[in-house]
Structure formats: C-alpha cells, structure tokens
C-alpha cells in the first residue's frame, strides 16, 4: 500500500515537472527579449504585448518567476523521491555475486605481512 502511495506520488510529480517545463519555455518564447530579431519571427516584437495587454512585461516577468521557482521545487523533489528508492549499484551486484571460493591459504609471516618465499631447491 505504501508502495502504491509512493508510486502515484512520484508519478504526479513527474507530470506536474513537465506541464510546469512546457508552460515555463512558453513563458520565455513568449517575452521579447532585448534582441527583437526572434520575436519577429513569432508576429512582431509587440505580438505579446497585444495578447497580454499594455503591462505584459511586468505579468510575464511575475509568471516567468513563479514557474521558474516551481520548476526547481519540482527538480529537487524528483530528486528526493528517487534517491530515496534507490540502492546503490554496487551493492546490488555485491548482493548477486557469489563469494569466491579459496582454493588454497596461502601461509603469510606475520611480522612482514608478505607471504612466505618457496625455497629454491632443484628438482631431482
């Protein structure tokens, strides 16, 4: 139940992330910038300002605003919620593998820490 909770959850977040991108990337074509050769392309350097009314740049300043605070509240909280459910990649495969077997000790010298020399003796 809880999963299912935290599924719907995430689910909405997403699609509340990518309504609030679309409507934000709306939101900066729609402004004219200070270079008016891309807002000619969309109907004049003044098309905004005739949908919007004489004080589009202050709504569209405050709107622009307010979905940029929503997108990186939005950012953040996917980034919550997904680290929350994941494990690390590492540990999962450490989980999967099995331990390798020692066929044989090797005898190590205590004081050095480095494995005892085979003594060279010829072969009869």
């Keep these: 139940m809880k999963k299912v909770?935290?599924?719907?959850?995430?689910t909405l977040l997403v699609v509340l992330h990518i309504?609030?991108?679309v409507l934000l990337i709306g939101a900066v074509l729609i402004q004219s910038g200070r270079g008016a050769a891309t807002a000619n392309i969309f109907g004049g350097a003044r098309a905004a300002e005739n949908v919007f009314g004489a004080s589009t740049p202050s709504i569209l300043n405050r709107i622009?605003?307010?979905l940029a605070a929503l997108f990186i509240i939005t950012s953040i909280s996917l980034t919550i919620f997904a680290g929350k459910n994941q494990r690390s990649v590492i540990k999962r495969s450490l989980k999967?593998?099995?331990?390798p077997a020692q066929e044989?000790?090797?005898p190590v010298n205590p004081t050095t820490a480095i494995p005892?020399?085979?003594?060279?003796?010829?072969?009869?």
């Excluded at 999967?96 to 331990?99: D, F, G, K």
């Excluded at 005892?116 to 009869?124: D, E, R």
């Design 64 to 66: 622009t605003t307010v």
């Design 96 to 99: 999967t593998l099995p331990a």
């Design 19 to 21: 309504f609030v991108s």
């Design 116 to 124: 005892n020399p085979v003594p060279n003796t010829p072969a009869k």
């Design 104 to 106: 044989f000790p090797v």
């Design 5 to 10: 909770k935290y599924r719907l959850m995430f």
